[in-house]
């Protein structure tokens, strides 16, 4: 090997290693918080994939051929981007809200979750997309060839890029089978090479114009006095006319929609739809910033003598014959990873799309196999490895016959057949699945004869003689010349018929064929996505089936893990699951399902449990029996079995009559259906009266929200008239609604408990009286005491002045004692009657905080404060301090050898959580019901009144609050306050 191969070769390592390299750094970015691929523009690059070696190569290969016409292909994408925010946007939004992977996902859901169109339409995409990846293959193959000096590729070179390019089309995207996971690190790396091919096409478009021209003006100015002056021109005497400049550019606006890997990079791993605004015109940007130079090098080639035929490959050859090999190898290096990026996704998203519509269906009903998930990640890289080896041999095979431009324009045409049955989809509620089906295949087929069978023709697979070579050269079957339509180019003509038979069988076949439920259900969800409800399960399944069937196909710990995060996320307990919890879980189940098996296998799946096995066969078989031997009742023990009914409805309505309490059924509208005898004592309403009226205009005390907030049970209402009234409302399970409504007039046991609560009061009072007496009497006893010692005290002798001294300070800490009860009786009458303002709770503790810093004990503490943004709450500013005070100065009490406090204020739910957390000498269990009651205390005689947590316990109820300890003898105190958000101002 000489020196250029070796540094051909280092550079093609380079770019190899580029891409781990680039998918390492932006992982570990993401696992640190950093915003470096979840931003506008990465997303803005990485939709650049569309710009591949066609555009690296055969943009200009075109322009030197056909002149203006390579613009289509970026004036059509530019025009899409203008209508992404209505199109695009919905699009993410209904793929994120169902985990959509594919646009054969994608399509199948929206018709009924139609496997059989999900298998139509991942067949186009591969055969419509596999000359595509054979166009790649190429460029790298022919490239490899120019830059080595050798004539052409050989086959060991040829399969070892390919497995090269397989192997990392693995390492991106196949190490998981949820494939609606966003890979990071291939689309960072994609944006990362959209940036080194736009440098690169600039850096050769410099050269070329002003290295070895005067500039872009003086090339145009040459070319218009040359042969070559109508490649400047449209329509008329140039290469280009305004049809084919009209379907062109209609051909690209549908392909940077449709195309998978567009689908994939736009809408799989699409963070935001924000970043959807940003790229609307970042990315034309990015276009017209890669075609500056396109004609300049296209036309600078024609003026140094190079030949048309050659012209796809301008980018090299002219670098290398003018003495700049190094550029030319930037140039390789730019067009490498232009097709290598787009090799990458696209085998990712056809592999999900076979794998979804081809292999999953053969394979799930193996999913009690070990290690399902396994097998389905591995031949998932299969695939990839299959599809891109499809690509080489396409490649090899028939792509020598064709330019760059003309391989990747029959793939924009094959996936234009997506645009009806999607676009029509997402705003028609009529178009169904056979619609779809039948403009696809009409669609495809036009494809098919109008574009392929003339490539196979010229490649020598189709002979152009006998029975075909007489039906493909008639008047009326000509491919070229379809039904006899001539004098259209083959890209219009082509996208002609196969649009028109399309539309006309979707619309047509839609609007005479009628929809079945699931179809219904799947075109309101799409057409109505933004305003769509949750449509009811048509199953219910226990949590337990459902992670039982996620373990199947995900991993068990990938399904225990997703169950586990929706209770916690959804703060719901395992054991209280209630059934709309369970349809909630079970839709999102199927979402992560159709992540990695695709939309109809997901359905199919959940649905699939419902099938019978032999035992329920059989158990169905002796019911059915059953039914039959009861149908041959003779008409006298139909008459018995009638009078038994008739008997067990009076006995029933006996019991309900009989109740204590008012039994009222109501239908979907509110409608009085049933009220029984109660009813009539309770409301004085009688039951004529109240027969088919509502029950609303009834009892307007009972409120329609009752019934439409969804949460049933016992409730209790007071009415204007001060009565109380306990009520239950349970759902009828009737199909058609309604509601039973039990009713119980508690008026007088709610006065009963209010004078229970009066006593138990006074009884408290008495108690508090007792401890007033009790607490103040023995410091008083003492003073008394110590009084008449000192009244017998004649002051003579050095020992009674010091006893006189030492029971004065006795005394008079006693009456410091006092004083603090005292206090503390005044805040603890106060607590119920202050009054509450709009305050922020994060300033209260700040202020407290800052007055107990001036405590010495509080040098010794370490605090931990956790406090987020909690919105201004009403509530009393004084008594909050107070509360917090008392809170830290126990804790302070709790560490005298110094310790750690943590303080944290948190949103959780509907409340807001205070948790004041201590390392101190903690309290011992038996203590922790007495620690709220008034005057009982933990501290040693005389360190406190007993008054603090009482005092606090009554600010919080005050506040609707409820607070919670934690402690043990040794370990620490954690007292936790939970005070309702509704308090905000």
């Known amino acids: ?460 697979i189709i002979e152009n003689e006998g029975f075909w070579g007489k039906v493909f050269n008639s008047t009326f079957l000509n491919p070229t010349a379809l039904f006899g339509l001539e004098g259209l180019d083959r890209w219009s003509h082509s996208l002609f018929w196969g649009l028109l038979f399309n539309i006309v069988l979707y619309v047509g076949v839609s609007i005479f064929t009628t929809q079945d439920a699931e179809e219904e259900r799947q075109a309101f969800k799409f057409v109505e996505s933004y305003s769509s409800r949750m449509l009811p399960a048509r199953g219910i399944y226990s949590i337990e089936q459902i992670e039982d069937i996620l373990g199947h196909y995900t991993g068990k710990k990938e399904a225990k893990d997703f169950i586990w995060n929706f209770l916690s996320r959804n703060n719901i307990q395992r054991e209280y699951v209630s059934q709309n919890d369970l349809i909630r879980i079970r839709h999102e189940a199927e979402k992560i399902l159709s992540g990695a098996l695709g939309s109809p296998i997901a359905a199919i799946i959940f649905e699939d449990k419902f099938t019978l096995t032999d035992q329920e066969r059989g158990e169905l078989s002796n019911s059915i029996k059953q039914i039959t031997d009861t149908l041959r009742l003779s008409r006298q023990e139909l008459a018995d079995a009638n009078r038994n009914l008739a008997y067990l409805k009076d006995f029933s309505e006996n019991i309900i009559e009989s109740a204590p309490v008012g039994i009222v059924t109501i239908d979907s509208a509110f409608k009085v259906k049933y009220w029984n005898r109660e009813m009539e004592a309770i409301t004085g309403i009688r039951k004529s009266s109240a027969f088919n009226l509502s029950l609303i205009n009834l009892l307007p005390w009972m409120k329609a929200e009752l019934f439409t907030q969804g949460v049933h049970g016992e409730m209790i209402v007071q009415t204007p008239a001060m009565q109380s009234f306990k009520i239950n409302i349970s759902p009828l399970k009737d199909p058609s609604g309604g509601f039973v409504v039990i009713i119980e007039d508690i008026t007088e046991k709610k006065k009963m408990e209010e004078q229970l609560l009066h006593s138990s009061k006074l009884a408290s009072i008495g108690r508090l009286t007792a401890g007033i007496s009790h607490e103040i009497g023995n410091p008083l006893a003492s003073i008394s005491s110590l009084v008449q010692e000192l009244r017998a005290q004649k002051l003579d002798s050095e020992e009674e002045k010091k006893f006189t001294e030492s029971s004065l300070k006795t005394i008079n800490s006693h009456i410091e004692r006092i004083v603090n009860i005292v206090r503390s009786l005044g805040d603890f009458a106060r607590i119920s009657s202050s009054e509450k303002t709009v305050t922020g709770i994060s300033d209260i503790l700040n202020r407290t905080i800052n007055l107990i810093s001036y405590d010495k004990r509080f040098k010794n503490i370490k605090l931990k404060l956790d406090v987020d943004e909690i919105p201004p709450l009403k509530m009393n500013p004084d008594q909050m301090q107070q509360m917090f005070f008392n809170f830290i100065l126990n804790a302070l009490d709790a560490m005298p050898d110094g310790g750690g406090l943590t303080i944290s204020i948190k949103q959780a739910g509907k409340f807001i959580e205070i948790i004041f957390k201590d390392t101190g000498t903690g309290i011992e269990e038996s203590a922790l019901d007495r620690i709220f009651d008034p005057f009982y205390t933990t501290k040693t005689p005389g360190k406190g009144t007993g008054l603090g947590l009482s005092i606090c316990y009554g600010i919080i109820k005050d506040h609707n609050g409820t607070i919670n300890v934690k402690s043990g003898k040794g370990e620490g105190t954690t007292f936790v306050i939970r005070l309702p958000k509704e308090q905000n101002g």
């Open 1 to 460: 090997m000489n020196r250029d191969i070796w540094i051909f070769l280092f550079a093609l390592g380079i770019i190899l290693f580029n891409w781990p390299i680039m998918s390492i750094f932006s992982y570990r970015k993401e696992q640190k918080g950093s915003k470096l691929v979840s931003n506008p523009y990465v997303y803005s690059l990485s939709l650049a994939v569309y710009c591949t070696s066609w555009t690296f190569y055969g943009s200009v290969g075109k322009a030197a051929n056909a002149g203006l016409n390579f613009l289509t292909i970026y004036i059509g994408p530019t025009l899409m981007a203008a209508l992404w925010w209505i199109v695009l946007r919905k699009i993410v939004y209904i793929c994120k809200e169902n985990r959509i992977t594919t646009i054969s996902d994608f399509i199948a859901s929206r018709y009924g979750n139609s496997l059989f169109l999900s298998v139509l339409v991942t067949l186009v995409a591969v055969i419509g997309i596999t000359p595509y990846l054979g166009l790649q293959l190429k460029a790298i193959m022919t490239t490899f060839s120019i830059l080595t000096g050798q004539s052409e590729v050989s086959g060991f070179v040829g399969w070892l890029i390919t497995l090269v390019l397989g192997v990392f089309a693995i390492f991106f995207g196949a190490r998981k089978v949820d494939v609606s996971e966003r890979h990071g690190g291939l689309i960072f790396a994609i944006a990362f090479e959209s940036a080194i091919k736009l440098i690169a096409f600039i850096s050769v478009g410099v050269f070329v114009s002003y290295g070895l021209f005067d500039g872009i003006g003086g090339i145009f100015d040459r070319i218009r006095n040359s042969e070559f002056a109508g490649l400047m021109t449209l329509g008329g005497n140039s290469n280009v006319s305004f049809t084919e400049w009209a379907s062109l550019t209609f051909l690209s606006m549908m392909a940077i929609m449709f195309l998978p890997r567009q689908f994939h990079v736009s809408v799989v791993e699409n963070s935001s739809d924000e970043h959807i605004k940003k790229a609307m015109w970042l990315f034309p940007l990015y276009l017209f910033l890669i075609n500056i130079f396109v004609l300049p090098i296209a036309y600078g080639g024609l003026l140094l003598g190079e030949p048309r035929q050659n012209a796809d490959f301008f980018m090299l050859t002219i670098p290398l014959k003018h003495g700049v090999p190094y550029l030319a190898l930037l140039a390789f290096i730019g067009g490498f990873s232009a097709a290598t990026a787009m090799v990458i996704v696209e085998s990712l998203a056809l592999s999900t799309m076979v794998m979804n519509s081809f292999v999953m269906p053969a394979l799930w009903r193996m999913n009690a196999m070990k290690g399902f998930y396994v097998m389905i990640l591995n031949t998932r890289r299969i695939i990839i490895i299959g599809l891109i080896f499809l690509g080489y041999l396409f490649a090899v095979s028939i792509g020598h016959f064709y330019s760059l431009v003309d391989i990747g324009l029959k793939s924009f045409e094959a996936v234009t057949i997506f645009a009806p049955p999607l676009l029509f989809g997402l705003y028609w509620k009529g178009g169904n699945k056979k619609g779809a089906i039948a403009g696809i295949i009409a669609g495809f087929s036009v494809w098919m004869y109008t574009l392929m069978i003339p490539a196979l023709m010229r490649a020598g």
